[in-house]
């Protein structure tokens, strides 16, 4: 195998964003055991290194591959369009409605009840926007419109932190 393959390669899976979490886990302990650099304690040093970059390998391609949000943008890259979230903040039109409302909404929020509505809110956005994303990226091959997706859900991200940390604060 090659260090410079990308990760799904690595892991011998398919390029979709679609992926069986189990099938990744199992994928993941067996290369950790092919490569781990306890295995190569006793070999020379050239190969202790090399089973060292292999191991932060396998580990970083896990953890790209394991979060979906991270896996789509991944996605998005090899396919040319890459995410650029500090440069570009084009998102769908009817999500930023959404997001200005919703922000509206989390400073006008009083009592954990309505905190709650909100993070429920806010988890269903999340899935349906990874449902888009997902038909973009596995169905549509439209890698542009994923990363349109994938920049709505880094802000749903943030944004359900910023409603648990006003969860966190009542609850103090």
């Known amino acids: 195998m090659n260090l410079q393959s990308n990760d799904f390669q690595i ?3 398919p ?3 679609s992926l069986e979490r189990v099938e990744l886990d199992a994928r993941w302990k067996d290369l950790q055991r092919q490569a781990h650099p306890d295995r190569f ?3 020379d040093a050239a190969s202790q290194r090399l089973a060292m970059q292999w191991s ?3 580990n970083e391609a896990y953890q790209r591959l394991k979060d979906p949000i991270k896996r789509a943008a991944y996605l998005c890259e090899l396919r040319g369009a890459p995410i650029e979230a500090e440069n ?3 998102m769908p039109s009817d ?3 959404q997001q200005m409302q919703w922000r509206e909404d ?3 929020a009083e009592g954990a009840e309505a905190l709650e509505r909100m993070a429920d809110e806010v988890l269903q956005a999340r899935r349906e926007r990874i449902a888009a994303l997902q038909a973009a990226l596995d169905e549509q091959g439209d890698a542009a419109a994923a990363a349109r997706q994938v920049r709505a859900l880094m802000f749903i991200e943030r944004f359900a932190r910023d409603v648990e940390g006003r969860l966190d604060q009542l609850g103090q």
């Open 11 to 13: 892991f011998g899976l």
């Open 15 to 17: 390029e979709r964003f």
């Open 41 to 43: 304690a006793s070999a």
């Open 56 to 58: 932060v390998r396998i």
């Open 88 to 90: 570009n903040t084009a």
């Open 95 to 97: 999500f930023l409605m």
């Open 106 to 108: 989390l400073d006008e």
